[in-house]
Each structure stands twice: as C-alpha cells, then as structure tokens.
C-alpha cells in the first residue's frame, strides 16, 4: 500500500510545489456556479465518536428519521446505516418517496429508523458494520420483515425497496421496456457517473498535491457522462426513462447535483440542469436530504476550497489514527502470544 502524508505533511508540501504540479491556469479552468454540496464536512455532536477509537468502536444507536414521523406509525421495520453522501442519499430519497406515495404502508413495513455512520471515524471498518456490510461502506439496509435481510450496496438497496414496497410501480416500470432503459440508466450510473465524479471530487479537491493531468482526466470524463444525460434527458421528455420520474431518476441525481464539487459547469447541460431544479423541489427529496443531516452548501470557489480543506483534513486524520490503533493491537496481540 503507497505511504500516503498525514494533512500536517501535505500541505506544505503542496503549497512548495505549485509550480511544477498546479490546477489549470485560472483562465483555463472549468467555471463553478452555485450548487449543492453532498460531502458535508462532519457535525461535532453527540453522535459523532472519537476517530481516535476507529478501529475498536461500536456503531452508534439507531435514531428515528429526522425526516418526519408519520401518525399511527409503528415500530421501524427497516433499519438505515449511512451518511451524507450521494450515495447515502439514493436511499434515504427513495425510502421518503415511497413513504409519500403509501402513506398506509409508512406507518409499519416503511416505517424506518437510521444509524449514522460517521465515515470520518472509520466505523465503518469496524467488525460490527462488517457483518451487515462486508465491504465496509454506506449506505446498508435490515429487513426486519424478511427475516432481518441484510441489502448492501446503494443501487441494490433501491431495487430491493421498489421490488417489495412499490407494487403500483410508482417509481419503475410494468413494460419490459421500461424496466430495460431504467436498469440501463442505474448500471450507466452505478459504473459510470458514481465513480468518475468520485474521482473527480478527488483530485479537484481533495489531493494533497494538484494534479493536472489527473484533473483533466476525470472532469473530461465526468462531463462525457453528463453528456450522455443530457442527450438521454432530451430523448426521454425531461426524465431517464418511461418518461416518468423514477429509481433511474434517484439513483444518479444526488451525485449530478453535486456538479460543482467536481469543477463542472451545469449551464453546459440546460436539461440537466432544469432536471436537478424539478427534482429539488420534491418534498420527499427535500426530506431524504437530511438524512442523517443536510450537506453544507457552498457558493463560490472560497466556500468549495474551505469545505474541502475540511473533509480531507479529517480523512488525513482518521486514517492515521486507524493506523495507529491497528499497530497498538497488533502490539497488545504479540505480547500476549510472547
């Protein structure tokens, strides 16, 4: 595994070197306009742990969805781990969508509570998570009323949900082609957008060192994807497929509408941009983005870089200490075995 410098090396590092690997020349570099962000910078709170006990602490106690109880509503019956990221945030929007369309439904087999996963601690790493999610990320999903079914992975979760608790097909598809275009435009995003974007929001914003070729690489690539909505969007009447609002919508809207975190300027794509505005405006969207708690917005470039500046200071941190609570158990393991 490549040493990776510690926040306290990088910076300095970064800053002696912007002559030989800098962004683009201001005049050349990809535009921002106010957006959205989705990597909030971590709330300090009481359910926020110590990432000096990452690898050793217990997942926190589930709480009630912040997004509003429904009267009459039971015991919850799904169980949420995740965080405000775009990935999380697929989930929570749909479970809010669904809960809106069924309001019956939302008050037992939709009644839902979250566990946050405070990424910034490694708690997802830790061998409780690990049970529900064996690779270690968010967001997961219990079944209580299948047996405690455990569902991992965000696009997985979004067909599970709509395959139990979408029987009008609110939300999907009765035709086959329907459901072929919307399986298409999850898979597009899933192996696509997701990734690209993620790489993106890495070296436009959190690499210790500015990398241009890695920059221009992601971004091209990230607008080619966008590219590819925008041409989707026109051809589908405003929506992905069936020209209707649906999982294929949810599924890649909250990392598009974090465009500017990726350096992309959205009035390059009109009809993905008037398609994040109808979709905002969503009660059930606006709801499931507060789930575990709303990303912090930013406007200008200053805003974009403080946020940043944040998020890969903690992560910096938190893998460090994961590094040196691994090394002291390994120590505490030796000399018992000794």
Known sequence: MPIRPVASVAR???????????RPPK?????????????????????????????????????????????????????LYTWGTPNGYKVSILLEELRAAYPEVAKNKLAYDMIPV??????????????????????????????????????????????????????????VKGRSDALSWIFFAHGGVGPMQGQAHHFYRYAPLKIPYGIKRYIEETERLYSVLEAGLEKGNGWLAGGK???AD??????????????????????????????????????????????RAGTSEEELEKIAADVANWKDKAEKELDDEKKKLEQEKAQKSS
Not at 12 to 22: D, F, G, I
Not at 139 to 148: E, F, M
């Open 250 to 295: 949810i599924n890649v809207y909250p990392w598009v509408r974090s465009y500017a975190w990726a350096g992309i300027d959205i009035s390059k794509y009109p009809r993905l941009g008037k398609w994040i505005k109808t979709i905002e405006e969503r009660p059930a969207v606006q709801k499931g983005l507060t789930v575990p708690n709303p990303p």
């Open 118 to 175: 405070d990424i910034s601690t490694n708690v997802q790493k830790t061998p409780e998570f690990l049970k529900v999610n064996p690779n270690g990320r968010i967001p997961a999903l219990i079944d209580d009323s299948q047996n405690k079914l455990d569902v991992w992975e965000s696009a997985s979760i979004e067909l599970y949900l709509q395959s139990q608790y979408d029987p009008d097909n609110k939300f999907w598809f009765s035709d």
């Open 27 to 79: 005049a050349t570099r990809i535009s921002l306009i106010s957006a959205p962000i989705a990597f909030p910078t971590p709330r300090l709170s009481a359910r926020t742990m110590s990432s000096s006990a990452a690898a050793t602490t217990h997942l926190p106690n589930p709480e009630p969805s912040p997004a509003g109880q429904v009267p009459g509503q039971g015991k919850p019956n799904l169980h």
């Open 12 to 22: 300095p590092l970064h800053r002696s070197l912007l002559t030989c690997a800098q």
């Open 245 to 247: 609002y649906s999982v």
